[in-house]
C-alpha cells in the first residue's frame, strides 16, 4: 500500500497525526454550558454520549449551579463562538460529525452566530441531525437565561433542526403564549414550531393524577403519549441528560419513540 504524498494531506490532518492523542473521527458537536462543578449543561449531556467522539464548545462557563450562595460566571462572546466555530470547521470537524446538540445559550448574538454556521452546514450536509435543547427554564424557577433567547432560538434555530426537547415551560416561551396555554394544547403548539428539516418535538413536563410523567412526542404524521413513574425530585440537570440519552439512542437507530423511551429509563436509572 503506498502512503500519500505529504504535500497531498490536508494541514489540519497532518497536525492532528502529530499532535492528538485521540485521533477517532469526531461524531458530535455539542454546544451549551459548562460548569466546573455540577450534572447540568454539557456535563449532563456528557456521560450518556460516552460511545461517541464529542466537540464540547461552551457558550459559557461557570463555577457551579447559579443555585449556590455564590457563583461565577464567564458567558463567551457570539464573535468568540463564531471564531471558534470557523477553527473547528477548518480541522474538518463538521464534515465528520453526523449530529450537533444545542443547549444553553447566554445571549441572542450567540444563537445567530451558531445559526449562521449551521445554516451553511446543513445546506452542505442535509443529511445532518440537529437536535436543539431550548434551555430557557423551567416551572420552579422561571427563566434562567436572555428573554430574547426563545425568539431567536425560534427564528434562527428551530428551522435548522431535525427535532427539539423543550419542556412544557419552554413550549410556552417559543411558542409565544404562556405555560398554562401550551400545556391545554402541547401537540398543537409543537407542530407549528416544525420546522422545514424537523421530524419530530419531545415535550415533556406533563403529568397525569400527579404520579406519572408523560412525555409528548409530536411528528408530522401523528402523537405519542409515553407515560413513565414519576420520581420526585429537585436536582437539576435531568432534562440535559435526557437530551444526551436520546441523542444517544438516535444514533444507534432507533426510532424517536424508542428512543424517548430509553433516554427516560436512562434518566430515572440515575434519580434512582
Given at each position: 500500500m503506498s502512503t500519500p504524498d505529504a504535500a497531498s494531506v490536508p494541514a489540519w490532518e497532518e497536525g492532528r497525526t502529530r499532535w492528538e492523542l485521540n485521533r477517532h473521527p469526531a461524531e458530535v458537536l455539542l454546544i451549551g454550558s459548562q460548569v466546573a462543578f455540577g450534572?447540568?449543561?454539557?456535563?449532563?449531556?456528557?456521560?450518556?454520549?460516552?460511545?461517541?467522539?464529542?466537540?464540547?464548545?461552551?457558550?459559557?462557563?461557570?463555577?457551579?449551579?447559579?443555585?449556590?450562595?455564590?457563583?461565577?460566571?464567564?458567558?463567551?462572546?457570539?464573535?468568540?463562538l463564531a471564531g471558534s466555530i470557523r477553527d473547528l470547521e477548518s480541522l474538518g470537524l463538521l464534515d465528520e460529525i453526523d449530529s450537533v446538540c444545542t443547549g444553553y445559550f447566554a445571549s441572542p448574538d450567540q444563537v445567530?452566530?451558531?445559526?449562521?454556521?449551521?445554516?451553511?452546514?446543513?445546506?452542505?450536509?442535509?443529511?445532518?441531525?440537529?437536535?436543539?435543547?431550548?434551555?430557557?427554564?423551567?416551572?420552579?424557577?422561571?427563566?434562567?437565561?436572555?428573554?430574547?433567547?426563545?425568539?431567536?432560538?425560534?427564528?434562527?434555530?428551530l428551522p435548522l433542526a431535525t427535532g427539539f426537547v423543550p419542556n412544557r415551560f419552554e413550549l410556552g416561551?417559543?411558542?409565544?403564549?404562556?405555560?398554562?396555554?401550551?400545556?391545554t394544547d402541547a401537540e398543537a403548539a409543537a407542530r407549528a414550531l416544525l420546522g422545514p428539516r424537523a421530524e419530530w418535538a419531545v415535550i415533556s413536563g406533563g403529568t397525569v393524577a400527579?404520579?406519572?410523567?408523560?412525555?409528548?412526542?409530536?411528528?408530522?404524521?401523528?402523537?405519542?403519549?409515553?407515560?413513565h413513574p414519576l420520581i420526585p425530585t429537585t436536582v437539576k440537570g435531568?432534562?440535559?441528560?435526557?437530551?444526551?440519552?436520546?441523542?444517544?439512542?438516535?444514533?444507534?437507530?432507533?426510532?424517536?419513540?424508542?428512543?424517548?423511551?430509553?433516554?427516560?429509563?436512562?434518566?430515572?436509572?440515575?434519580?434512582?
Open positions: 450534572s447540568v449543561g454539557m456535563n449532563g449531556v456528557l456521560p450518556m454520549l460516552d460511545e461517541a467522539r464529542v466537540v464540547p464548545l461552551p457558550t459559557i462557563v461557570l463555577s457551579n449551579l447559579p443555585h449556590y450562595p455564590s457563583v461565577h460566571a464567564a458567558p463567551m462572546s457570539a464573535d468568540w445567530e452566530a451558531v445559526a449562521d454556521t449551521l445554516e451553511r452546514l446543513v445546506a452542505r450536509r442535509p443529511d445532518l441531525r440537529v437536535l436543539v435543547d431550548p434551555t430557557l427554564g423551567d416551572a420552579d424557577v422561571g427563566l434562567y437565561t436572555d428573554p430574547a433567547v426563545a425568539p431567536a432560538l425560534r427564528e434562527r434555530m416561551l417559543l411558542s409565544g403564549h404562556d405555560a398554562d396555554a401550551a400545556q400527579g404520579s406519572t410523567l408523560v412525555d409528548l412526542v409530536v411528528t408530522r404524521e401523528g402523537r405519542a403519549d409515553l407515560e435531568t432534562g440535559d441528560a435526557f437530551a444526551g440519552a436520546l441523542l444517544a439512542a438516535l444514533r444507534r437507530g432507533s426510532p424517536v419513540t424508542d428512543a424517548v423511551a430509553t433516554a427516560a429509563s436512562a434518566v430515572r436509572a440515575l434519580l434512582s
